[in-house]
């Protein structure tokens, strides 16, 4: 079952155009990758999906709902979740209290009762917290009683960007938008991020990842888009798009085929 489609999506900055009638679907319990050399229109794609920016022209639907005019709460509501290349946490919030976040969306009771500690609010603060430290065993961050007063500042780089995948499931997404989740980590962090992936997916969360080294999305991708100046250039498995000669000219220059 399709749970994006992309139709003809086109966005022009001044005299730029970063995306240039593009269409390509994600389908529901699938990792889909989108990739391409530097300028390609990756983050700008992504930036449309989660409601940063609207597009030009074109249409984008999520689950059957035309996203335009849907701001990112909004759309954070729907389903759709993200991270970003630069991390975005709290930093003097611990841990447990960034994944507690992500859940906000999903709260009910109301700012009188969370300032008034009355019962229903106290109930899902607890609810949220138990679910929080769920998701950081999930992801594989320690969720031990220290967790309480370790500041997000506090960890390591590749910590951190587990931390925010973390924050994002929290928000109960049916799709995670992961905009470069590998930069700065080691080679054994990256080992550990492509089996989460592939663990999230496996939960039922479809996955749309833009990422930059090709082991990793050889790795846990199930169908790559190549972009290249904006247009879709191939599509594919990871088998088809490794061998595919518009790629392979894309990213080592004309003639490399």
Not at 16 to 43: D, M, Q, R, Y
Not at 125 to 139: D, M, N, P, S, Y
């Amino acid at each position: 079952m399709t749970l994006l489609k992309v139709e003809n999506v086109t966005k022009r900055f001044s005299g730029l155009t970063a995306v240039n009638e593009c269409s390509f679907t994600v389908k529901s319990g699938t990792v889909h990758a989108l990739i391409g050399p530097n300028g390609a229109g990756k983050t700008t794609m992504f930036n449309m999906i989660g409601g940063a920016f609207p597009p030009t022209s074109g249409n984008i639907v999520f689950d059957g709902t035309q996203l335009a005019g849907q701001p990112p709460y909004k759309r954070n509501r729907l389903g759709i979740a993200r991270t970003f290349q630069l991390i975005s946490l709290f930093n003097e919030m611990n841990v447990i209290e960034n994944v507690m976040a992500g859940s906000f969306c999903r709260t009910k009771a109301g700012l009188f009762a969370s300032l008034f500690s009355l019962p229903n609010a106290t109930r899902e603060q607890a609810l949220t917290r138990k679910k929080g430290r769920e998701i950081l065993e999930f992801v594989g961050l320690d969720a031990g009683p220290h967790v309480e007063e370790n500041l997000a500042r506090n960890l390591s780089y590749g910590e951190q960007r587990i931390l925010e995948i973390a924050r994002a499931l929290a928000s109960d997404p049916k799709l995670l938008l992961l905009d470069e989740p590998a930069a700065g980590m080691n080679p054994t962090e990256k080992v550990r991020l492509a089996a989460m992936i592939r663990r999230v997916r496996e939960r039922g969360v479809t996955v749309l990842i833009v990422e930059h080294d090709m082991r990793l999305i050889m790795d846990c991708a199930d169908i790559i888009t190549v972009l290249d100046h904006g247009s879709r250039i191939a599509e594919g498995s990871p088998d088809e798009i490794r061998s595919h000669p518009k790629v392979i000219e894309a990213y080592l220059g004309k003639g490399a085929a």
